[in-house]
Nanobody
């Protein structure tokens, strides 16, 4: 059984940085895409950043472009999200997800469609 475990969340001041990690263990499939999603307080879960596992193409929601970078260590099976210049509106629970069939170009819009999910890590941006 595949498990995705997120880490790296915490409290950070506006303008600060955090790096989230997602460790994949168990039966690791050749996923089409992996991504980071978040649920802000009082809002629906949204796609933040996705990466195609074959060619490494990436896609980001507009609000994080230029500030967040998604990457993957294919040897260690770890997915990362480097978050810089954090804003209060970035606060939320961040989830790692993976899917065998959904491509990177559909991943951001698949907040309910990804096959595998972690339990999330809390990011709080506040002064």
């Amino acid at each position: 059984q595949l498990q995705l475990v997120e880490s790296g969340g915490g409290l950070v001041q506006p303008g600060g940085s955090l790096r989230l990690s997602c460790n994949a263990s168990g039966f690791t499939l050749d996923f089409q895409s992996m991504g980071w999603f978040r649920r802000a307080p009082g809002k629906e879960r949204e796609g933040v950043a996705c990466i195609g596992t074959l060619a490494g193409a990436t896609d980001y929601v507009d609000s994080v472009k230029g500030r967040f970078t998604i990457s993957r260590d294919n040897v260690k099976n770890i997915l990362y999200l480097q978050m810089n210049n954090l804003r209060s509106e970035d606060t939320g629970i961040y989830y790692c997800a993976a899917d065998q069939w959904i491509t990177v170009w559909s991943c951001l819009n698949s907040r309910n469609g990804m096959d595998y999910w972690g339990k999330g890590t809390l990011v709080t941006v506040s002064s």
